[in-house]
């Protein structure tokens, strides 16, 4: 597309926010020189290529990036468990944290 330069400008959200959000800019392709080049001449060509360039990038997306998480958990929670532990010949109670989680990555 354009010998090396950026195209798209990624913002993304603090992971630590209640809606993780990506906002994906694309830059225009012209702005460096103000000149395209003889292939691009044409505005509907130009437009195909970015159509075309902006369905790859979507299926990249949603097929190969995890946003956050772990692929194939779809939710997760936390519980408290006591448990019976053996200690120096006797059992005791034990408090502990377990994950429970809705869906398997095996």
């Known amino acids: 597309m354009n010998s090396g330069e950026a195209i798209l400008q990624c913002l ?5 926010a209640d809606d993780l959000l990506i906002r994906i800019q694309v830059l225009d392709e012209t702005a460096g020189d103000g000149q395209k080049t003889g292939e691009e001449e ?4 130009v437009c195909r290529d970015m159509i075309d360039n902006l369905k790859t990038l979507e299926k990249t997306i949603l097929e190969n990036v995890v946003i956050r998480g ?4 779809l939710e997760a ?12 010949g006797d059992y005791v109670k034990l408090n502990r ?4 989680t809705g869906g398997v990555n095996l």
């Open 12 to 16: 993304v959200a603090d992971d630590n």
């Open 42 to 45: 044409e505005d509907g060509e």
């Open 70 to 73: 772990i692929p194939g958990i």
């Open 77 to 88: 929670s936390m519980s408290k468990e006591e448990t019976m532990v053996k200690k120096d």
């Open 97 to 100: 944290w377990v994950i429970d």
